[in-house]
């Protein structure tokens, strides 16, 4: 049951790059080793929609290992393998890392600063995900061509302290320009080149990246977050770093959840433990995440539950014929439907999943439903505030938790009711945002140290839905949520990410230790996994 999915990224390119456009991106292509001033103003958007795309597989693979949903009927047993996440790990690589160098090498050369400090700023965010997700990994030799055609593996710890450097880099860079703007708006896809959430993007990557390493140093950690809790970071929903679908079908550039999900041949099933999650703690979000195909379906398509209907983590038996029934993404993240239909066995206790204005039903999906102009939440407000809290508990940076906590959900739920009111759901009422929050913050007070990082971490792994990537490296971190046991595990939870298996069979680096590196892999710790 592996998701395969068509090659998003050249639909999107089409889309987003028409006309002439078009073609002058294919006069790249044709000459990658010279490009002009013009060339890259196309070619800065077509990293942007690459990375997006390229990031896909990671997203789907972590976001099965930490339970979020299910797309693979091994990765959900923790059984990995060399083409789990071939397809990213390639194109990151031959594509998007490849056309970033070409942004640095050119624009420094034309002193385009602007387009220089965003690619600093891509290359920095990739690179440190690949650290997190594979640790070792090739950098300083990589992207050089014909001049090394077998890059050496770096330590994860050597590269993270590059790539600090590089972001500081970056900032100077973009601060050599005194406008507002450090591209032309049709150039950049993420922030239309504005240079001020440029920076905070920047900052914010930073933050993550020092709360990332905060076991290794704390010393070092706590002195850096205190000083970017000043600012300039993220500061709002509508600063945050997240990649935007459309809703075309001709050519497609949906949510891929969405083009997988919302056909007549499904490859997830939702992950029974996450939806149990959401239902036992009243959480308005289920409605926006999930939808029911049916109302009383539940797990082994029994006729008596409530139809959220999915498939328990490391189950390894076959699927039945259970794609009208089974439960599918929701309007949020991927653009497909509100759910708005009455739920069954809720609890009377309820305050916040409730039925109430519950008229709506539920049916099965077509392509025709929803818009699939969902979103990729890369860094978001939200995150950013999580992180803080969780560095104010941890490290005693002199934050707030408990206030950034409150803002960290607060920010969550109002970013998905904006985003369902524009895309055919509904608002969350803010009375429903303000009891779930102040709900949240008496149980924080209710409880100890401990206790409080357990509920920040685990509300941070609900808002996080869409995005496994930063739930597999806060779980590797802290240990928390605590994810359901799995029905049949095949090997132990992968501490890493296997390499490419194309990677290990091109490049002449692996050729005496690809195998045992590639076993390595699954119990051996990234640096800041202590």
Known sequence: MKLRYKNYILLLTIILLTGSSCNK?????????????????????S????????????????????????????????????????????GLYSQTLNDIEAIITTGTAQQQWGYVA???????????LMVDMWGDIPYSQAELGQQNNAPALEGGAAVYEKLLTLLDDGITDANKITATTL?????????????????AMANSLKLKMYNQIRLVDPARSTAAIKTLIAGPLINSNSTDFTFKYGSGTNPVNRHPWHVSEYTSGKNFYQSQSFMDLMFGLDD??????????????????????????????????????????????????????????????????NLYLTNTGATGSTKVVTITDGTGAGITPLITYAMVKFIRAEAALALNTGDDARQS????????????????????????????????????????????AA????????????????????????????????????????????????????????????????????????????FWDK
């Open 284 to 349: 308005p979000r289920l409605r926006y995440f999930i939808f029911r195909q049916n109302t009383t379906s539940g797990l082994n398509n029994t006729t008596n539950s409530n139809g959220y209907y999915g498939r328990n983590p490391g189950d390894g038996t076959g699927g039945p014929a259970d794609q009208a029934v089974r439960s599918t993404f929701g309007i949020y993240p991927a653009g497909g439907l509100y759910d708005n239909a009455p739920i069954n066995n809720l609890p009377p206790t």
């Open 118 to 128: 965003i690619a600093k700023f891509e290359k920095v965010y990739i690179y440190s």
């Open 451 to 526: 206790g409080k990082l357990n509920l920040v971490m685990t509300q941070k792994y609900i808002a996080c839905f869409g995005n496994g990537m930063e739930q597999y490296n806060d779980y590797r971190r802290t240990g928390l949520p605590v994810l359901r046991a799995l029905l049949s595990p095949l090997n132990v939870f992968p501490l890493r990410l296997f390499y490419s298996q194309t990677e290990l069979s091109a490049n002449t680096f692996f050729a005496t230790n690809g195998s045992q590196l590639q076993t390595a892999q699954q119990t051996t710790p990234v």
């Open 405 to 448: 906590l409150s803002d960290a959900v607060t920010a969550n739920l109002s970013s998905i009711s904006v985003y369902a009111a524009a895309n055919g759901g509904i608002v969350m009422p803010a009375a429903t945002i303000t009891g779930y929050v102040n709900r949240l913050l008496a149980q924080y007070d209710a409880t100890d």
């Open 25 to 45: 991106f294919v006069d790249i292509n044709k000459d990658p080793n010279n490009p002009t001033s013009a060339q890259l103003a196309l070619l800065l958007p």
């Open 183 to 199: 591209v032309p708006g049709s150039s950049d896809v993420f922030y239309a080149g504005t240079k001020a959430s440029w920076i």
């Open 47 to 90: 990293t942007e929609i690459s990375m997006a795309g390229n990031l896909t597989g990671i997203i789907n693979g972590t976001s099965t290992i930490m339970q979020h949903t299910i797309a693979s009927t091994t990765l959900t047993r923790y059984q990995e393998s060399g083409t789990d996440f071939s397809s990213s790990w390639d």
